[in-house]
């Protein structure tokens, strides 16, 4: 997982480098932020808090419905914490 979060961490540089957003939506229509919480890819979603993903819009709360419906339970309550702090 490790080696995951180190090539993750790249690509954001990356693409902080060229101008792309976190935000971005997949062909989906998902954010990297509301798939990681999905997928329950609880190292990933900090990184991409950390890094500045949108939390506090409907993509945060689609993130935390999609990580408490498949009881990712950390990740539910990280991405509570962290709107709780933008208050």
């Given at each position: 997982m490790e080696e995951a979060v180190f090539l993750?961490?790249?690509d954001l540089r990356a693409m902080d480098r060229?101008?792309?957003?976190?935000?971005?939506?997949?062909?989906d229509g998902d954010t990297a932020l509301v798939?990681?919480?999905?997928?329950?890819?609880?190292?990933?979603?900090?990184?991409?808090?950390?890094?500045?993903?949108?939390?506090?819009?409907?993509?945060?709360?689609?993130?935390?419905?999609?990580?408490?419906?498949?009881?990712?339970?950390?990740?539910?309550?990280?991405?509570?914490?962290?709107?709780?702090?933008?208050?």
């Amino acid at each position: 997982m490790e080696e995951a979060v180190f090539l993750i961490k790249g690509d954001l540089r990356a693409m902080d480098r060229s101008g792309a957003s976190l935000n971005v939506r997949n062909h989906d229509g998902d954010t990297a932020l509301v798939a990681a919480a999905r997928e329950g890819y609880l190292p990933t979603v900090r990184l991409l808090l950390d890094e500045g993903a949108r939390v506090n819009d409907k993509d945060g709360w689609r993130a935390w419905k999609l990580a408490s419906d498949s009881r990712h339970d950390a990740i539910a309550n990280l991405l509570v914490e962290k709107v709780a702090l933008m208050q």
